[in-house]
Structure formats: C-alpha cells, structure tokens
Nanobody
C-alpha cells in the first residue's frame, strides 16, 4: 500500500512559481512511477507529467513541457513538481499519483495509477 500527501499549493500571480510536494510512504519512490495530474473546475482531469527513476525517464504534457519539472528526493521519499511561468490556465487542483508498474506508453492515463493523493489547490491570478 502506498500513501501520498501533496502540499505546496496556493495563490500566485501569473508569471510566478510554485513547488508542489508529494510525500510518499509505504514504498520507496525509486520503486514507483510517479505522476502529476490536475483538474480544473468543470474540466476533466488531465496529465501533467510523470517520472520513473529506474530508467530516469520523465514525461510531460505539452502545456507543462518547458515550464514544469518533476524531481525527487530519495532521502525524503518525496517527489516535487516545480512550476514556473505560471499562467491563469494552470489554475486547478493538482494530484500526485503512483503505481508500481513501469509505464512505457500509458503514463499519461490516470486510470493506470493505483494510488492517489488528496490534491492541493493552485490558483494563478492574472
């Protein structure tokens, strides 16, 4: 069983930055595929990015690529989502997700992930 707890959300002006954290327990993050997803009000959940340390592969959605970076701290068993150059359209609830499986082509599919955090809210003002 894996437990995930996100933190770091808040209100930020457009152009600003935030770093979201996802603290994992129950398994080492090095054993997991870790994903970030978001859901804006009235919209479907969408993929943001994913990473698997074995193989060091990282994947990003088109809106996130170049602005967002996923990293991890093995000692803290925590994954981070660094978000720069934020835009009002980035406003959403952000969720981290994890699975033991190695996703090579389906990392963007939320239904592939067995474990989810409770989410943290990000609001970007214009």
């Amino acid at each position: 069983q894996v437990q995930l707890a996100e933190s770091g959300g808040g209100l930020v002006q457009a152009g600003g930055s935030l770093r979201l954290s996802c603290a994992a327990s129950g398994r080492d993050i090095s054993d997991l595929t870790m994903g970030w997803f978001r859901q804006a009000p009235g919209k479907e959940r969408e993929f943001v990015g994913a990473i698997r340390w074995s193989g060091s592969a990282a994947y990003y959605s088109e809106p996130a690529r170049g602005r967002f970076t996923i990293s991890g701290d093995d000692a803290k068993n925590t994954v981070y989502l660094q978000m720069n150059s934020l835009k009002p359209e980035d406003t959403a609830d952000y969720y981290c997700a994890a699975d033991l499986a190695l996703f090579t082509s389906t990392y963007y599919r939320g239904e592939e992930y067995a474990y989810w955090g409770q989410g943290t809210q990000v609001t970007v003002s214009s």
